[in-house]
């Protein structure tokens, strides 16, 4: 099965090459699309990012899900006008049930580069679902998935199955890692008895 990750751009173009619109999806297709939140947009601007075209191409549907949040290597980072955010817990959620849904489509994952937050989550689906043949893109394989993000969606996995916790309660348990800290060496042991590390 396919897990083909892509920059915005390209995404665009391969969705174009498709001749896939919005209610023109095929079934066994499962799309991930991930901008930067509102403030970034707004806010943020460089060389490779303009925020006016950092927007889903997909409107939200049974096999389309859109979700805003920043390519940052922590939970919130101040950016002295604006405050930028990773990915929440209601995200991670909403994430984890729906690759899980749709675990035996092709997934076409996009970020702004392609580079870190989709990665990201090429990484879970690769190391969660083990039993499947993915099929990456060699134009882009998985060489810097935000880990972050990718622990974050651990943490789902690892709370909802292997220690049988309700999801919310399992998230109120595992203390947020000190602002600037890298969540590789945070150690969740104590709270839940494993660590992330481990992940």
């Known amino acids: ?15 174009k090459e498709n001749g896939w619109t919005n209610g023109h999806i095929p079934n066994n297709v499962a ?64 994430a984890c049930e729906f690759i899980d849904k749709h675990i035996d489509c092709d997934f076409y994952i996009h970020c702004n580069a392609g580079m870190s937050r989709s990665q990201a989550f090429v990484k879970y689906i690769q190391d969660c679902y083990p ?14 998935p935000n880990m972050y993000t990718c622990n974050m969606l651990k943490r789902w996995m690892w709370c909802s199955s292997e220690n049988g916790i309700k ?12 602002l600037g800290a890298n969540i590789d060496d945070v150690s969740l042991k104590g709270s839940l008895g494993f660590s992330i590390t481990a992940l």
């Not at 099965?1 to 969705?15: E, I, Q």
């Not at 799309?31 to 707004?42: D, F, G, L, N, Q």
């Not at 927007?55 to 922590?74: K, S």
């Open 167 to 178: 999801i919310n309660e399992a998230f109120d348990k595992l203390a947020p890692a000190p």
């Open 1 to 15: 099965m396919k897990l083909y990750c892509y920059s915005r751009k390209d995404f665009v173009n391969a969705m």
């Open 131 to 144: 039993d499947k043949e993915w099929e990456t893109r060699k134009e882009n394989p998985c060489r810097f």
């Open 31 to 94: 799309i991930i699309s991930i901008c930067c939140t509102k403030a970034v947009r707004e806010n943020y601007h460089s060389a490779h990012y303009q925020g006016k075209h950092d927007e889903h191409y997909f409107y939200d549907a049974p096999n389309v899900l859109n979700l805003d949040f920043d390519d940052i290597n922590e939970a919130v980072r101040n950016c002295g006008d604006y405050t930028a955010y990773n990915i929440n817990k209601r995200q991670v959620i909403r």
